[in-house]
Structure formats: C-alpha cells, structure tokens
C-alpha cells in the first residue's frame, strides 16, 4: 500500500511549497483588497533585518497580512514573532501605507519602523522562511527587493516617501 508517510520529505516539501503558491494566487484572486504589514527592524548598528521567503524570490522585511479582527499593529507583532523570533519591546514608529502594485492591483502595505526589540530564540528554516538575518544597509545581500530599498532610503533620509511600494 503506497502511503504519505513512504513519500520523500524533498516530494513532500515541493507539494506544500506549491499548494502555497496556488492557495497565495487564490487568496490575490478572490479578495478585493489586501492589507499587509511589513518591519523594517534596525539593531543598534542601524543593520536591518531581512528574510527570504520559500514561496517568492528575493530578500523582504518580514511582514504578512492583517487577519480578521485584527489591527496593523498587533499583525506586526504577531507576524514578527512568527517568522523571526522578534519580541518587540516598544511601540514601533509608523512610516507609511504604501499601494504594492508588484504583489496584486489590490494590494496596501503598512511599514512600522522596529527599534526597541529582542530576539527569543534563533530561527530555523522553515515552510515559510528559509533563512533569515541582518544586514548592513551597505551591504544587502543580492536579490534584496526594490521596495525594501527604496523604504530603506526613505526612512535614512535619502529620498522622500513616495506612495508605492516598488
């Protein structure tokens, strides 16, 4: 009898990463407006934390999206902790609402700036977040996305917000 359980976990692993994908494109499809979260989190030596995701190329500030009943400040908090081990100890500075064309023609991302924070524990890879870590602003790892730039160069002063994600 050929079960689950006798699939390798690299078979397993390639089906949930594109059951992920199909049920992102389902959820982008069927929802009229998405709502999102993103941090932009900076230690002490001003490096920002970045994550690389399973499901979509590139480096992101770590974010997802806000639930039902729930309000933007405790989806960052809640979406912090899940994909980076990140507690945050104060509240974060808002930066802005942003129209991310890039992700559907229905998508808006609010950026919090994350200072005061700790770490609970080391990440470890999984369906979701392959790796993550901090980065020097001059040194971003390759495949960092536009927008994650472009919200860096925002915030440090260099450009003005502009009302686009990307």
Same mark, same amino acid.
């Given at each position: 009898?050929?079960?689950?359980?006798?699939?390798?976990?690299?078979?397993?692993?390639?089906?949930?990463?594109?059951?992920?994908?199909?049920?992102?494109?389902?959820?982008?499809?069927?929802?009229?407006?998405?709502?999102?979260?993103?941090?932009?989190?900076?230690?002490?030596?001003?490096?920002?934390?970045?994550?690389?995701?399973?499901?979509?190329?590139?480096?992101?500030?770590?974010?997802?999206?806000?639930?039902?009943?729930?309000?933007?400040?405790?989806?960052?908090?809640?979406?912090?902790?899940?994909?980076?081990?990140?507690?945050?100890?104060?509240?974060?500075?808002?930066?802005?609402? !942003? *129209?991310?064309?890039? %992700?559907? /023609?229905?998508?808006?991302?609010?950026?919090?700036?994350? @200072?005061?924070? =700790? +770490?609970? #524990?080391?990440?470890?890879?999984?369906?979701?977040?392959?790796?993550?870590? !901090? *980065?020097?602003?001059? %040194?971003? /790892?390759?495949?960092?996305?536009?927008?994650?730039?472009? @919200?860096?160069? =925002? +915030?440090? #002063?260099?450009?003005?917000?502009?009302?686009?994600?990307?």
């Amino acid at each position: 009898m050929f079960g689950f359980a006798s699939v390798s976990m690299s078979v397993r692993a390639a089906v949930a990463r594109v059951l992920r994908r199909l049920f992102h494109w389902w959820f982008l499809l069927t929802r009229p407006m998405t709502l999102g979260v993103r941090a932009m989190v900076l230690d002490h030596q001003d490096r920002v934390l970045l994550v690389r995701h399973t499901y979509i190329q590139g480096w992101h500030m770590p974010g997802g999206g806000i639930e039902n009943n729930e309000d933007a400040l405790t989806a960052i908090t809640r979406e912090l902790e899940e994909e980076a081990n990140i507690r945050l100890l104060g509240v974060p500075q808002w930066h802005g609402l !942003f *129209f991310n064309a890039h %992700a559907s /023609p229905r998508d808006h991302v609010g950026l919090y700036v994350v @200072r005061d924070f =700790e +770490v609970i #524990g080391p990440h470890q890879p999984d369906g979701e977040i392959a790796e993550i870590g !901090f *980065f020097a602003r001059d %040194a971003l /790892p390759p495949g960092t996305s536009q927008g994650t730039i472009l @919200r860096l160069d =925002e +915030v440090f #002063g260099r450009v003005q917000p502009a009302p686009r994600w990307s």
